[in-house]
């Protein structure tokens, strides 16, 4: 299985890695876009007051992989938790079993689920997903959407990350961060509204895909890590089993020497 999961890591991390450029400077640049734009003009720059958070929490299909689903759905449930404290209302999706079958377990209700994603990502999957979130928040389903994901940082490394998809460009402002974007205002060609309707949805769909990609290369890492340290156990635990077989060989043939030079004895006698 470690095996298995390196040749499928290698190929999931490549398509990571050379993404994950292109997802950064897009994010740039539709965050400097939205910070200049007037809200109003488009329905995924709506600011809304916080009522109804959406949580996208993504984790695998399948186990062995160590903590890698665990730490997921910890810190989602820790977050679930701190929107019940604040009075805010949640919905859940989920992408993988593991995390479909964990709230289904504790009776949480899910919007929407996603499986059969592991190890084979596409940006139709991502698309889809997309295009779900982004018809909910226009209807007002709720007014944000933070996905919750591990994101590959080495072999050995994963880290939970926690971002917000919707609304666009909102959480660096809310967070009082400090303002990086251009004031000079942007030429747009052939229209503002018409680059936002095209680049908006895009935009979602891009950080959407990212986050897959970034879950699936953690994924296939830890489960290269957890088969790794399942190895070196049963080496050792063979080791162990074996020395405890031997003494408890020894100890037998050492009796029945034992029984056998006290029945010579007893003849003797």
Request: charged content about 25%.
């Amino acid at each position: 299985m470690k095996m298995v999961a390196a040749a499928k890591m290698r190929k999931v991390q490549d398509r990571m890695l050379n993404f994950r450029p292109y997802a950064a400077r897009m994010e740039t640049v539709l965050d400097g876009l939205a910070k200049v734009a007037e809200r109003e003009i488009h329905p995924l720059l709506a600011l809304r007051p916080r009522k109804t958070v959406e949580v996208l929490v993504i984790t695998s299909d399948k186990g062995l992989c160590g903590a890698f689903n665990t730490n997921i759905l910890k810190a989602a449930n820790k977050y679930i938790n701190e929107l019940k404290k604040e009075n805010i209302g949640f919905s859940l999706s989920v992408v993988g079993r593991k995390a479909r079958d964990f709230f289904r377990r504790r009776a949480v209700p899910m919007r929407n689920t996603w499986i059969g994603l592991s190890g084979r990502v596409s940006y139709t999957n991502a698309q889809e997903i997309a295009a779900n979130l982004i018809e909910a928040y226009t209807a007002e389903t709720f007014d944000e959407v933070t996905v919750i994901y591990n994101e590959f940082k080495s072999l050995i490394s994963q880290k939970v990350t926690m971002a917000r998809l919707l609304p666009i460009g909102a959480l660096k402002q809310e967070e009082g961060q400090k303002e990086t974007a251009m004031t000079a205002d942007y030429l747009y060609e052939p229209s503002r509204a018409a680059i936002f309707e095209i680049l908006l949805p895009k935009h979602i769909e891009i950080q959407v895909y990212r986050s897959l990609l970034e879950s699936s290369a953690a994924e296939e890492a830890a489960r290269m890590a957890a088969m790794e340290n399942a190895t070196k156990n049963c080496t050792e635990l063979i080791a162990k089993v074996t020395l405890l077989a031997n003494k408890v060989r020894q100890a037998s043939i050492t009796k029945e020497l034992m029984d056998i030079v006290g029945g010579v004895e007893a003849l003797k006698e």
